[in-house]
């Protein structure tokens, strides 16, 4: 089993930085893919950022050159660095792991969600 717990959400002014982590724990033998997304109340799920395992990153275009998306190898934790934050950034915020395990099974994991208010 794995587990996905984030943290680093909160309560920030506009034009503040945060910085999300998703720590990844359990029987992961390999993470192939890594992303965040947010949902704002009353719309969609969307991606924020991907990373895959070979490190390319990617982003939507409302957040391109204020976020990024990293990792650590050996904390198996995934960050997202936001920075300038506006309110329309206010959502609350999922990672999501694409993980093969040692049986070989391969699985998309969520985090619990953490929100995330930008607000004066």
């Known amino acids: 089993q794995v587990q996905l717990v984030e943290s680093g959400g909160g309560l920030v002014q506009p034009g503040g930085s945060l910085r999300l982590s998703c720590a990844a724990s359990g029987s992961i033998f390999s993470i192939y893919a890594m992303g965040w997304y947010r949902q704002a109340p009353g719309k969609q799920r969307e991606l924020v950022a991907a990373?895959?395992?070979?490190?390319?990153?990617s982003y939507a275009d409302s957040v391109k050159g204020r976020f990024t998306i990293s990792r650590d190898n050996a904390k198996i934790t995934v960050y997202l660095q936001m920075n300038s934050l506006k309110q329309e950034d206010t959502a609350v915020y999922y990672c999501n792991l694409d993980i093969g395990d040692y049986s070989g099974s391969r699985s998309d994991y969520w985090g619990q969600g953490t929100q995330v208010t930008v607000s004066s």
């Open positions: 990373l895959t395992a070979g490190g390319r990153s």
